[in-house]
């Protein structure tokens, strides 16, 4: 099994940035492939990025694309998610995920794990 820490989360004026980290407990870390989601309210929870078990693979939400970035350090079980340029409509809570799937999804039913959420605000 595997917990799910995010942190980083916060206020931000628009055009600024925010590093999201997200700590992860279990022996299972470095061979799983983790994703980011967001939910902004009364919404459903959106695809944003996930990354392979190595790293070597990423894949975004193609509005994303350019302004977001997903890393990880399997040294540190930690995945993070580095935003720049934030918008008012990346307003959400943003939570990390595992998934089994080695080529990854953007589809939230398809992963297991999931933290409780930071949330992120960005002001206009």
């Known amino acids: 099994q595997v917990q799910l820490v995010e942190s980083g989360g916060g206020l931000v004026q628009a055009g600024g940035s925010l590093r999201l980290s997200c700590a992860a407990s279990?022996?299972?870390?470095?061979?799983?492939?983790m994703g980011w989601f967001r939910q902004a309210p009364g919404k459903g929870r959106d695809f944003v990025a996930f990354?392979?078990?190595?790293?070597?693979?990423?894949y975004y939400a193609d509005s994303l694309k350019g302004r977001f970035t997903i890393s990880r350090d399997n040294a540190k079980n930690t995945v993070y998610l580095q935003m720049n340029s934030l918008k008012p409509e990346d307003t959400a809570v943003y939570y990390c995920?595992?998934?089994?799937?080695?080529?990854?999804?953007?589809?939230?039913?398809?992963?297991?794990?999931w933290g409780q959420g930071t949330q992120v605000t960005v002001s206009s």
């Open positions: 990354i392979s078990w190595s790293g070597g693979y990423t």
């Open positions: 995920a595992t998934t089994n799937l080695r080529l990854g999804s953007k589809y939230p039913h398809d992963y297991a794990y």
């Open positions: 279990g022996r299972t870390f470095g061979s799983v492939t």
